[in-house]
């Protein structure tokens, strides 16, 4: 005996003499998979969320078109909390020491380095989000750039280092530039004691 079975065939879905999608609404285009985000740029769509998070709890609530540079300073100051930076007060016995031999009771704070990207990467997000010209962006205001230098400079005066701005110098040597550490060349050249 011979089993014959009868299985129905479909039309393909956008075949037009299929019955069955006679009612249906065509399907959306589906979205191309988009290319991962490199770690700039999920790290600066983190510190946006969070710098919108830290509006959104202020009493009252901020929007994005009513915070300014004050904000934004306040912010910093907020996030020194969860810093990881022991910055030694002018009254510790370890004040200005590079390596202390010992606990103490100085905060942590935010490293003068992380707060530098963070505010790098909230200006670009600020601009990317239709914040306004670069000129009106608060997170390049002068009392930004004010407030990281002092921070800069109160965290290596409590660390003993003083900060000094590496200078790179090109030589040519057969057609090719290289570059120098000036600034980190005569401290690796001093014998350790």
């Known amino acids: 005996m011979s089993t014959d079975h009868h299985t129905p065939t479909k039309d393909p879905p956008d075949h037009p003499s299929s019955s069955s999608n006679h009612h249906k ?15 700039y740029e999920s790290q600066k769509r983190r510190d946006w969320n969070t710098f919108i998070q830290y509006l959104k709890s202020q009493n009252p609530p901020l929007m994005m078109s009513q915070f300014d540079y004050t904000h934004v300073l306040s912010f910093l100051r907020y ?16 004040y200005g020491q590079p390596d202390p ?16 990207a963070l505010i790098g990467r ?10 306004g010209s670069p000129d009106t962006n608060p997170f390049a205001n002068g009392s930004i750039r004010i407030h990281l230098r002092e921070v800069r400079e109160s965290q290596a005066k409590a660390r ?3 900060y000094r701005k590496k200078k790179r110098r ?16 005569s401290a690796h050249n001093q014998p350790s004691t």
């Open 170 to 185: 090109k030589l040519q040597n057969d057609g090719v530039a290289l570059k120098l550490d000036v600034a980190n060349s």
């Open 25 to 39: 609404q065509p399907l959306p285009p589906q979205p191309q998979p988009q290319q991962p985000l490199s770690r």
């Open 101 to 116: 031999p010992g606990p103490c009771t100085c905060p942590l704070k935010q490293a003068w380095g992380s707060l530098d």
């Open 160 to 162: 003993g280092i003083p």
């Open 79 to 94: 996030l020194d909390q969860f810093g990881k930076t022991k910055v030694h007060q002018q009254a510790c016995v370890f």
């Open 122 to 131: 909230l200006r670009a997000a600020y601009e990317e989000h239709g914040g």
